[in-house]
């Protein structure tokens, strides 16, 4: 084989081994910091690391080249959907209505403020949104290549800002009273954030980029959540008043990024009926880690 075409696959090895190196490093340089705080800044972030790792574990596909049907994808996408939809409900919106009435608020006023956290979480998902979109994400590309690449870098920012509610939904729920329901959310995040790696390094692969930069791509997507997780609880912390909102706040973002993005992308290609028998079954999974297991 020519050396010209040896080259390129040490040179993505070695840039691969540097980067898991400064990973490694990064990692180690968080789990020391952290150790000054409490235990559950502790578990916000091994609940956020899980996640990411759950993250990079669906990108494994890509990089072995093997091949999902698309209606195996569009399920994966709608289990997780549901799974997140009961997450949201039994981890993030009751446990604010509790919290708020632990802190004396009456049963209306809970709710309110329960709905208006959600309605906050939903405005930060908006705001982000659309300050990616209005970015000029590709200059100079060929016309006839620019709509499918733009949709896939779209879909790959929006999957990325969308970790950060789920990351900080993490850190708030460690931060809360009920350990037992953080580890559910976590698990529930985390089955989730399987098909959300394979859908960023499919959505890059499938528009003409190589095996190693999609799934880089799509680990990396992952690597905000254990960042927002340890954020989000180190500020809940220091302000207790602001635990339900925290938590209605990261169900509001949630909420819209699974009517949005999630159930939309699964009922794309033709399979909403077993899209959404997916959703039904993650729904009734979750809802059994929070209620029956929690």
Request: hydrophobic fraction near 55%.
């Amino acid at each position: 084989m020519p050396l010209a075409r040896v080259f390129p696959v040490w040179r993505y090895a070695l840039g691969a081994a540097i980067c898991l190196g400064g990973a490694l490093a990064l990692l180690h340089e968080i789990v020391s910091g952290v150790q000054a705080f409490d235990a559950s800044v502790h578990g916000a972030l091994m609940g956020g690391a899980t996640a990411a790792l759950a993250t990079a574990l669906g990108t494994l596909p890509v990089l072995l080249s093997q091949n999902f049907s698309q209606r195996t994808y569009d399920g994966f996408l709608g289990f997780g959907a549901g799974v997140m939809l009961a997450a949201t409900a039994f981890s993030l919106v009751i446990p604010a209505i509790a919290a708020a009435k632990g802190q004396g608020a009456g049963a209306f006023e809970a709710s309110a403020i329960a709905g208006g956290g959600i309605l906050l979480g939903m405005g930060l998902v908006l705001l982000l949104d659309s300050l990616v979109r209005e970015q000029t994400i590709l200059e100079g590309v060929d016309t006839a290549r620019s709509d499918s690449l733009k949709r896939a870098w779209l879909f790959v920012a929006a999957v990325a800002i969308h970790n950060l509610p789920e990351g900080l939904a993490i850190g708030v729920a460690y931060a809360g009273a009920d350990v037992a329901k953080a580890h559910s959310l976590a698990t529930g995040i985390s089955i989730q954030d399987v098909p959300e790696g394979l859908v960023v390094a499919l959505a890059l692969r499938t528009v003409g980029y190589g095996r190693l930069f999609s799934c880089a791509l799509g680990i990396a997507s992952g690597l905000i959540e254990p960042v927002a997780a340890v954020g989000g609880a180190v500020l809940i912390e220091y302000a207790q008043w602001m635990l339900p909102w925290g938590l209605a706040l990261a169900a509001g973002a949630m909420l819209f990024v699974i009517c949005h993005d999630v159930i939309p992308e699964a009922h794309r290609h033709g399979h909403a009926k077993s899209a959404s028998c997916s959703v039904v079954a993650g729904f009734i999974l979750m809802m059994v880690l929070d209620t029956a297991l929690a």
